[in-house]
């Protein structure tokens, strides 16, 4: 039996106009839209009047971190403890829900099992949310981004430090162990870092391949964070599922993106770029002519146009939201 939405405007995600029509979903499908004052069948069919409000899909977030609080710095991450930590990540796993937000791709999460349990509570119904693809925290190497350890106090944030191909591999196999759809690894750095900039590639190739065999092995997703062009390369030839920014791409890594355009996906995630280059961080203290604003801006601008070319050459983009099921509002 499925649910008719009635007396709607309908958003169909294609950019044409919404217009006044019925939607029937059976399950997590759409299964018929009429539009027009034409009608569905009624028959076995829970019915929903909208009232006249707007019926559109639900969005999707192919870059979430619902368990990246409102700190004030990312080392501060490790201070929450991880029973508020969870309760703050069920609280920010809602509000996404509430925005339209229907399904989240989590690209990490601050501590080893707070996507998992959060994930799992949604599944079980006790509690609502957006459907989840739970992610490990970003496993990095010594002196890569999320790597906030000091050699005289211990501390700790959103990554979980490797060295070599067996640290790697072990600390994948534990995530595994512990539940995650998706191994998150960072091969290479981020302009905020003053150790590890954008274009420094961070991790070696049995790094990432070490990584990457796991994945495979245990029929897990792995995504990366990786600007610079050659650890674009490096995922690449190790068989990385989704590729986070891709800002910093030369030509032979735009030309391997697009001999893997049908197996790979690329999320840009354009926001703190965007933000940061415009000075909307002035009031924490990095405005406009912050070297990392003005960097960021720069490297915004290649972005987008790697993101052109690669729309042309056929790659799957994945903006920050997509669409695919529906909500009500």
């Not at 809602?94 to 959060?118: E, W």
């Not at 092995?217 to 995922?235: G, L, Q, T, Y």
Request: hydrophobic share 40%; charged share 25%.
């Amino acid at each position: 039996m499925g649910i008719l939405f009635t007396n709607v405007q309908v958003i169909d995600g294609s950019g044409a106009a919404p217009f006044a029509g019925e939607v029937l979903v059976e399950g997590n499908r759409i299964k018929k839209v009429a539009r027009d004052g034409a009608a569905l069948p009624r028959d076995g069919a829970a019915v929903v009047d909208g009232n006249g409000r707007t019926l559109m899909p639900g969005l999707i977030e192919s870059h979430a971190h619902i368990s990246f609080c409102d700190t004030p710095d990312l080392e501060s991450l490790g201070d929450i403890p991880p029973e508020e930590h969870t309760l703050k990540t069920v609280k920010y796993a809602r509000r996404m829900f509430d925005q339209g937000f229907t399904a989240l791709f989590s690209a990490a999460a601050a501590k080893p099992r707070l996507d998992v349990v959060v994930r799992n509570a949604i599944d079980a119904g006790d509690i609502a949310g957006p459907r989840m693809r739970a992610a490990s925290p970003e496993l990095t190497v010594t002196g890569g981004l999320g790597d906030v350890r000091r050699a005289h106090i211990y501390r700790e944030t959103f990554a979980i430090c490797c060295d070599g191909a067996d640290e790697f591999r072990r600390t994948a196999r534990e995530m595994c162990r512990e539940g995650v759809d998706t191994l998150k690894i960072n091969p290479s750095g981020d302009e905020f870092v003053p150790f590890a900039r954008a274009d420094m590639t961070v991790m070696n190739e049995a790094e990432v391949a070490a990584v990457c065999e796991v994945g495979r092995s245990r029929n897990k997703m792995v995504a990366a964070h990786a600007r610079s062009a050659e650890s674009v390369k490096i995922c690449l030839r190790n068989g990385v599922d989704v590729i986070y920014h891709a800002t910093l791409c030369d030509e032979e890594a735009l030309d391997m993106l697009e001999a893997k355009k049908d197996k790979v996906f690329v999320a840009p995630a354009l926001g703190i770029m965007f933000a940061t280059s415009r000075g909307e961080g002035a009031k924490w203290g990095i405005g406009k002519d912050h070297p990392v604003a003005i960097y960021f801006a720069r490297e915004l601008e290649m972005c987008i146009e790697n993101m052109k070319k690669l729309r042309k050459r056929g790659l799957r983009i994945l903006p920050g939201p997509m669409h695919a099921t529906w909500s009500i509002s």
